[in-house]
């Protein structure tokens, strides 16, 4: 029964199936072993012995026995010192240890608790309280296995709990993660697709040079605007619509690259005058303004002064001064306009009136400008269709030395008697067949058939007079690219020796296409082809530019002739442009002289030529051929009419 500690015995034998439990029994006295081995045994427990502290020490490391009988009093090593052993030893800590004392032992139950026994039995043995001491302890220790066991199970399901719930959470976070950088990604996206989205809306909108609005946008806003004070009706306002005067001028001559740097400085001045009223580019030279708060057409008009008066000041492209005007059209709200293109066309119509008054000025739109342009539309028509059914003629008005009435030449002047209009004055379609382009093919009937007439004249021999035939060229003649190849054509069909020739042409002639006007003049003086300037006075009048073109004569203009009797500045005027004249060795013809009064003044300030219906009226050349052979040929004061 004494236990064997040797090496091959240390293995726990396991307990038959039958076995309550292992039950390890320390006593020196080995009759206490034998008769309580025997009773356990016998109460199913399985039962290993020592004699002494140190075998049970080394016995309870081997066998880990599932409680502990240890009697306290033995020599060398009592109980209470092993058990101190066994529970300082991490194996056997948890071996429920009763204490056996005898009776008349002093027991220590305090000492017996503190190193650890659970509990005690006294000698002589109660078998049956051994038993029940026993029963218990191995209870309470089954329990305490079992609830460790299920300690360690919970924990164990716990730490997987905690394990799958870390996963679960990485995993989430991992899957945050992407859907933030799916996310960010797809914003970013958005972002660039609304940023193009956004860049494609301005260029529909905006002039890419000036990056004002452009005319998609501003009629979006003048819809937005008709719609809106048509429900809160009362409120007025204003559409003012602007073109640059003669900017086509500057373009050809300049290049584009300067007109368009010249566009932009004009948008930044334009935009500086009206603030925050909506101003946008049409197009080409032509700009709006949208005047929310114009009250009345007087605001109007106060805007379209500022900004003629702030296109005064130069401006400045490279080292290059430049000037220009603006000729501007207004209309002021009204609830008959439903459509912005009816307003805009109105503006237009009115900046176009602006425009035929004499430029850099404006008008506000009425509604009989709207007839106007109806009924010019329909001349334009008939205009074409006199020019293929030949409804032209020429009248012939005589030049006369002032001082002794004779002819000394005609001005040819056109003359259009329609079928179904009757007379239209040249006042009426010159400007629209300038406009339309109808003037070249005009143009070139009028020189033909002037130095047709002057041709046929000269070689019946009515007359003994060296005539010239006057012919008007238009701004658009004379920028046509083969004027000079067309006036070589026609001399040459009509046999026209070429200084009978005289070409009148006005001021801005010269002036819109100063680069080959000088060209061109100089071509016309190698041909002996004089010119004169007409209408001079009431355009440039800039008297500098006079003396680099090869100018024969100086036509002074009706409206100072006509007033001359009038005591005011036109004596002046008329005087410093005979002077002008004089000093740079030109003639000078006055036009429309009605009166003896102001052909006597014209005489006497040294105007040496006039016309007008003091001499004669323009007259068919059946009635000129008639002046010159009858010997009329010295006309007004002097002569007979
Ligand atoms: P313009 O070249 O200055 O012609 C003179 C105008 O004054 C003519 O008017 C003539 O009839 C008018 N006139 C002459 N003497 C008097 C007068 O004593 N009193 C008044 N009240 N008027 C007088 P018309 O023929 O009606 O021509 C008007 C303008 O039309 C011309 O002014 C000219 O600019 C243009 N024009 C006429 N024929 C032609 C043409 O064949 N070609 C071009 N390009 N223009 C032409
Ligand atoms: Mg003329
Ligand atoms: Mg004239």
């Given at each position: 029964?004494?236990?064997?500690?040797?090496?091959?015995?240390?293995?726990?034998?396991?307990?038959?199936?039958?076995?309550?439990?292992?039950?390890?029994?320390?006593?020196?006295?080995?009759?206490?072993?034998?008769?309580?081995?025997?009773?356990?045994?016998?109460?199913?427990?399985?039962?290993?012995?020592?004699?002494?502290?140190?075998?049970?020490?080394?016995?309870?490391?081997?066998?880990?026995?599932?409680?502990?009988?240890?009697?306290?009093?033995?020599?060398?090593?009592?109980?209470?010192?092993?058990?101190?052993?066994?529970?300082?030893?991490?194996?056997?800590?948890?071996?429920?240890?009763?204490?056996?004392?005898?009776?008349?032992?002093?027991?220590?139950?305090?000492?017996?608790?503190?190193?650890?026994?659970?509990?005690?039995?006294?000698?002589?043995?109660?078998?049956?309280?051994?038993?029940?001491?026993?029963?218990?302890?191995?209870?309470?220790?089954?329990?305490?296995?079992?609830?460790?066991?299920?300690?360690?199970?919970?924990?164990?399901?716990?730490?997987?709990?905690?394990?799958?719930?870390?996963?679960?959470?990485?995993?989430?976070?991992?899957?945050?993660?992407?859907?933030?950088?799916?996310?960010?990604?797809?914003?970013?996206?958005?972002?660039?697709?609304?940023?193009?989205?956004?860049?494609?809306?301005?260029?529909?909108?905006?002039?890419?040079?000036?990056?004002?609005?452009?005319?998609?946008?501003?009629?979006?806003?003048?819809?937005?605007?008709?719609?809106?004070?048509?429900?809160?009706?009362?409120?007025?306002?204003?559409?003012?619509?602007?073109?640059?005067?003669?900017?086509?001028?500057?373009n050809d001559s300049l290049g584009h690259l300067v007109?368009?740097?010249?566009?932009?400085?004009?948008?930044?001045?334009?935009?500086?005058?009206?603030?925050?009223?909506?101003?946008?580019?049409?197009?080409?030279?032509?700009?709006?303004?949208?005047?929310?708060?114009?009250?009345?057409?007087?605001?109007?008009?106060e805007l379209a002064n500022a900004i003629q008066q702030?296109?005064?000041?130069?401006?400045?492209?490279?080292?290059?001064?430049?000037?220009?005007?603006?000729?501007?059209?207004?209309?002021?709200?009204?609830?008959?306009?439903r459509q912005p293109a009816e307003m805009l066309r109105?503006?237009?119509?009115?900046?176009?009136?602006?425009?035929?008054?004499?430029?850099?000025?404006?008008?506000?739109?009425?509604?009989?400008?709207?007839?106007?342009?109806?009924?010019?539309?329909?001349?334009?028509?008939?205009?074409?269709?006199?020019?293929?059914?030949?409804?032209?003629?020429?009248?012939?008005?005589?030049?006369?030395?002032?001082?002794?009435?004779?002819?000394?030449?005609?001005?040819?002047?056109?003359?259009?008697?329609?079928?179904?209009?009757?007379?239209?004055?040249?006042?009426?379609?010159?400007?629209?067949?300038?406009?339309?382009?109808?003037?070249?093919?005009?143009?070139?009937?009028?020189?033909?058939?002037?130095?047709?007439?002057?041709?046929?004249?000269?070689?019946?021999?009515?007359?003994?007079?060296?005539?010239?035939?006057?012919?008007?060229?238009?701004?658009?003649?004379?920028?046509?690219?083969?004027?000079?190849?067309?006036?070589?054509?026609?001399?040459?069909?009509?046999?026209?020796?070429?200084?009978?020739?005289?070409?009148?042409?006005?001021?801005?002639?010269?002036?819109?296409?100063?680069?080959?006007?000088?060209?061109?003049?100089?071509?016309?003086?190698?041909?002996?082809?004089?010119?004169?300037?007409?209408?001079?006075?009431?355009?440039?009048?800039?008297?500098?530019?006079?003396?680099?073109?090869?100018?024969?004569?100086?036509?002074?203009?009706?409206?100072?002739?006509?007033?001359?009797?009038?005591?005011?500045?036109?004596?002046?005027?008329?005087?410093?442009?005979?002077?002008?004249?004089?000093?740079?060795?030109?003639?000078?013809?006055?036009?429309?002289?009605?009166?003896?009064?102001?052909?006597?003044?014209?005489?006497?300030?040294?105007?040496?030529?006039?016309?007008?219906?003091?001499?004669?009226?323009?007259?068919?050349?059946?009635?000129?051929?008639?002046?010159?052979?009858?010997?009329?040929?010295?006309?007004?004061?002097?002569?007979?009419?």
């Amino acid at each position: 029964m004494a236990l064997n500690t040797s090496a091959s015995q240390r293995v726990n034998p396991p307990l038959p199936e039958e076995s309550k439990g292992l039950i390890l029994i320390v006593d020196d006295t080995p009759h206490n072993l034998q008769i309580l081995s025997t009773a356990l045994t016998k109460q199913g427990y399985q039962v290993r012995g020592a004699a002494n502290g140190s075998m049970a020490l080394i016995g309870a490391r081997n066998i880990m026995p599932d409680l502990i009988l240890l009697d306290i009093k033995m020599p060398e090593m009592d109980g209470y010192a092993v058990c101190e052993k066994l529970k300082t030893t991490v194996e056997t800590q948890e071996i429920p240890v009763i204490f056996i004392s005898a009776l008349d032992d002093a027991l220590d139950k305090v000492k017996a608790f503190s190193v650890g026994g659970v509990d005690y039995i006294t000698k002589p043995f109660q078998l049956a309280e051994i038993l029940a001491r026993v029963e218990n302890q191995l209870t309470i220790g089954r329990l305490q296995k079992e609830q460790r066991k299920q300690n360690e199970r919970l924990q164990a399901e716990i730490r997987d709990r905690i394990a799958a719930e870390a996963q679960i959470q990485s995993l989430n976070s991992e899957l945050e993660r992407r859907v933030i950088q799916r996310t960010e990604r797809l914003n970013q996206e958005i972002a660039e697709r609304e940023k193009v989205q956004q860049q494609l809306e301005y260029m529909a909108m905006h002039d890419p040079l000036t990056h004002l609005p452009n005319r998609t946008l501003f009629l979006k806003c003048l819809e937005d605007i008709i719609q809106k004070r048509q429900r809160q009706t009362g409120q007025s306002f204003a559409l003012l619509f602007l073109d640059c005067d003669r900017f086509k001028a500057i373009n050809d001559s300049l290049g584009h690259l300067v007109g368009d740097q010249f566009l932009v400085s004009i948008a930044q001045r334009l935009k500086s005058c009206v603030g925050e009223q909506l101003l946008a580019r049409l197009g080409g030279d032509e700009f709006t303004i949208l005047f929310e708060s114009a009250a009345d057409e007087q605001q109007a008009i106060e805007l379209a002064n500022a900004i003629q008066q702030s296109l005064q000041e130069p401006f400045h492209i490279g080292d290059n001064e430049f000037f220009v005007s603006a000729s501007i059209g207004i209309v002021i709200s009204h609830p008959d306009y439903r459509q912005p293109a009816e307003m805009l066309r109105d503006a237009d119509t009115a900046m176009y009136r602006a425009k035929v008054l004499g430029k850099a000025r404006y008008v506000v739109f009425n509604a009989s400008m709207h007839e106007d342009v109806q009924s010019s539309l329909q001349l334009e028509t008939d205009l074409r269709r006199a020019i293929e059914r030949q409804e032209f003629t020429l009248n012939y008005q005589p030049i006369v030395a002032l001082d002794t009435g004779v002819i000394t030449g005609f001005e040819a002047l056109v003359r259009w008697i329609s079928p179904e209009l009757g007379f239209v004055s040249p006042g009426k379609f010159i400007p629209l067949a300038e406009d339309t382009g109808l003037i070249i093919p005009l143009g070139e009937w009028v020189l033909r058939e002037a130095c047709r007439q002057l041709n046929e004249w000269q070689t019946d021999n009515i007359t003994h007079l060296p005539l010239k035939m006057s012919v008007n060229l238009s701004v658009k003649q004379f920028s046509q690219p083969n004027l000079m190849a067309m006036i070589d054509q026609i001399l040459a069909e009509t046999s026209l020796p070429a200084h009978y020739l005289k070409l009148e042409i006005t001021e801005s002639a010269i002036m819109e296409n100063s680069d080959s006007a000088a060209k061109i003049l100089d071509q016309l003086r190698a041909r002996h082809i004089d010119l004169s300037i007409d209408d001079f006075g009431t355009g440039y009048s800039s008297l500098s530019y006079l003396h680099r073109f090869p100018v024969n004569t100086l036509k002074v203009d009706r409206s100072f002739v006509c007033r001359l009797d009038a005591a005011d500045d036109n004596v002046a005027i008329v005087q410093a442009i005979v002077t002008l004249a004089q000093t740079m060795g030109m003639d000078v013809v006055a036009e429309g002289i009605e009166t003896t009064e102001q052909q006597r003044q014209l005489k006497a300030l040294g105007c040496e030529y006039g016309q007008g219906y003091l001499f004669c009226k323009p007259v068919n050349a059946a009635a000129a051929r008639e002046m010159l052979i009858g010997k009329n040929y010295i006309l007004g004061s002097n002569g007979t009419d």
